[in-house]
């Protein structure tokens, strides 16, 4: 498929941008979702509203460490994910680079990944962003303009995501709940934003954010009503930076 049909051409353009690699990820997901099946007492709920083709923006709440390679592992398409660059050094960052992950410099504003992020979704491909920006206690009570962002350039679906049990009530948000946890994974209905050509207003943006956090907020809500499962909620010990 030709650049031009898939709008790399648009702007912010992404046709100069090397493809992101990903078959790596194919047989790493193999493995990994059945250890991670194992290993917790791990429920998926409503896997049939996970559209299996097209640009996907999958936007989860955040509580731990185990948020990323579990989605990685068990969704059903293969993800590329955003990630903190200060995790992107030596080897892993080798490793993640391999399996098509993005690094994302947080102390600015990082046009190379949001080009990525782009890119991913022009080819088609899930693109996983944590709107909450942070591990935190996952209600989506505060939620960052990325996910609007990306949406209103590419047109691309929003998977909510509710994550529940990947952490415990007194668990560290730099680590895994033990073996044998329960772990619920809720996906919702997929739902879309208007595509607004460039240039796009940071009020526009700012009100699309607004409507996205309310749907995500109603979901998790929904997700804990329907599981029984509660969040964490906040701890002393939380991750701003992450």
Not at 72 to 92: C, D, N, S, Y
Not at 123 to 145: A, C, H, K
Request: hydrophobic share 40%; charged share 25%; glycine share 10%.
């Amino acid at each position: 498929m030709t650049a031009e049909l898939t709008g790399h051409k648009d702007l912010p353009r992404t046709d100069d941008l090397p493809a992101l690699p990903y078959r790596l990820a194919l047989p790493l997901r193999k493995v990994a979702a059945p250890y991670f099946r194992r290993k917790y007492q791990l429920t998926i709920h409503h896997e049939d509203r996970f559209p299996l083709t097209g640009p996907l923006l999958m936007a989860p709440n955040h509580l731990s460490l185990l948020d990323g390679p579990l989605l990685g592992a068990i969704a059903p398409r293969m993800l590329h994910q955003l990630g903190k660059i200060e995790v992107f050094g030596g080897l892993q960052g080798a490793f993640l680079r391999r399996i098509g992950q993005i690094p994302v410099d947080r102390s600015s504003y990082d046009v190379l990944a949001v080009r990525k992020s782009i890119q991913v979704l022009r080819d088609g491909r899930v693109l996983n962003i944590y709107p909450e920006g942070t591990r935190g206690p996952g209600d989506f009570s505060r939620i960052r303009d990325g996910v609007a962002y990306l949406a209103m350039v590419t047109g691309a679906p929003i998977l909510p995501v509710a994550l529940l049990g990947t952490r415990l009530p007194a668990g560290s948000v730099e680590g895994h709940p033990p073996t044998g946890s329960r772990v619920d994974v809720v996906y919702g209905e997929a739902f879309a934003v208007e595509r607004v050509p460039f240039p796009r207003r940071h009020s526009d943006v700012q009100a699309v954010t607004d409507h996205i956090g309310d749907v995500l907020r109603a979901h998790v809500k929904a997700a804990v009503d329907e599981t029984g499962h509660p969040l964490p909620g906040w701890r002393d010990q939380k991750d701003p930076d992450d």
